[in-house]
Nanobody, 128 residues
Framework: QVQLVESGGGLVQAGGSLRLSCTPS????????MGWFRQAPGKERDFVAA??????????VDLDSMKGRFTISRDTAKNTVYLQMNRLKPEDTAVYYC???????????????????WGQGTRVTVSS
């Protein structure tokens, strides 16, 4: 069993930045995929970004409104994945979830069905 511990959410003014962190309690492997999703009030949970633990390949949602503002990274020594969010907008307000597919063999990294483990979510509120 793997637990994902998230941190870094909070209240920020529009234009500000936040960095979310996620640390899996269990062992990761070179095949692990770590992802970030978000769920805005009254909406479905959507893919934001993902990273492969071994090679460090990154994947981002294909939305012009988010391009260039969000960056996913991982620190293998600290066993932590980060989501750096810059130039935040009120529409970025959501609960952000970390997810993990520990031994990824198949499935789209963009789909929440691919992920086996989920964090409890961390709330991000962007005021205008």
């Amino acid at each position: 069993q793997v637990q994902l511990v998230e941190s870094g959410g909070g209240l920020v003014q529009a234009g500000g930045s936040l960095r979310l962190s996620c640390t899996p309690s269990g062992r990761t492997s070179s095949r692990t995929i770590m992802g970030w999703f978000r769920q805005a009030p009254g909406k479905e949970r959507d893919f934001v970004a993902a990273i492969s633990w071994g090679p460090g390949n990154t994947y981002y949602v294909d939305l012009d409104s988010m391009k260039g503002r969000f960056t996913i990274s991982r620190d293998t020594a600290k066993n932590t994945v980060y989501l750096q969010m810059n130039r935040l907008k009120p529409e970025d307000t959501a609960v952000y979830y970390c997810a993990a597919d520990i031994n990824h063999w198949s499935g789209s990294v963009y789909s929440e069905r691919t992920y086996d483990y989920w964090g409890q979510g961390t709330r991000v509120t962007v005021s205008s």
